[in-house]
């Protein structure tokens, strides 16, 4: 918190905001699950700030594309949203398996970040991977 050997500008913190289906709900949830999407990614954002110490963050993803494209697409405007203000460098997504949904949300503003997991059995994400660096999206 004050350390003054490490700066925050020094820092990269990156976060996701995960939809009420990946939640455990054995834990206290970072929102109300009953209020509405846009909403809950405002609400999680806050509570990111909180647990990170922090003012901004440089980079904040989506876990895994949401129930349904709409509910997605609304999510995404709440990235773009907090990064317009300032609060979000980079906005991303993770999980995502199918180039449609990237297509879906860069049509709305470009993906900065992909997170997927990167192994035989999805076949190495070559999909993901060749739109990632054909779009230049960085991949992690």
């Given at each position: 918190?004050?350390?003054?050997?490490?700066?925050?500008?020094?820092?990269?913190?990156?976060t996701k905001f995960t939809?009420?289906?990946?939640?455990?709900?054995?834990?206290?949830?970072?929102?109300?699950?009953?209020?509405?999407?846009?909403?809950?990614?405002?609400?999680?954002?806050?509570?990111?700030?909180?647990?990170?110490?922090?003012?901004?963050?440089?980079s904040l993803i989506l876990?895994?594309?949401?129930?349904?494209?709409?509910?997605?697409?609304?999510?995404?405007?709440?990235?773009?949203?907090?990064?317009?203000?300032?609060?979000?460098?980079?906005?991303?997504?993770?999980?995502?398996?199918?180039?449609?949904?990237?297509?879906?949300?860069?049509?709305?503003?470009?993906?900065?970040?992909?997170?997927?997991?990167?192994?035989?059995?999805?076949?190495?994400?070559?999909?993901?991977?060749?739109?990632?660096?054909?779009?230049?999206?960085q991949y992690q």
């Amino acid at each position: 918190r004050n350390n003054p050997c490490i700066k925050r500008e020094h820092l990269f913190l990156q976060t996701k905001f995960t939809s009420i289906g990946g939640q455990d709900r054995s834990l206290p949830l970072p929102y109300d699950p009953s209020s509405s999407v846009r909403a809950q990614v405002l609400a999680s954002f806050q509570v990111s700030l909180r647990n990170l110490h922090t003012t901004y963050l440089d980079s904040l993803i989506l876990h895994s594309p949401l129930e349904t494209i709409g509910q997605t697409l609304e999510a995404w405007r709440t990235l773009m949203q907090l990064q317009d203000e300032g609060k979000v460098r980079m906005i991303g997504v993770s999980n995502t398996y199918d180039v449609q949904i990237l297509n879906s949300l860069c049509e709305l503003r470009k993906v900065q970040v992909v997170q997927n997991r990167w192994y035989e059995g999805n076949d190495w994400d070559k999909q993901v991977c060749a739109y990632c660096l054909v779009h230049g999206i960085q991949y992690q």
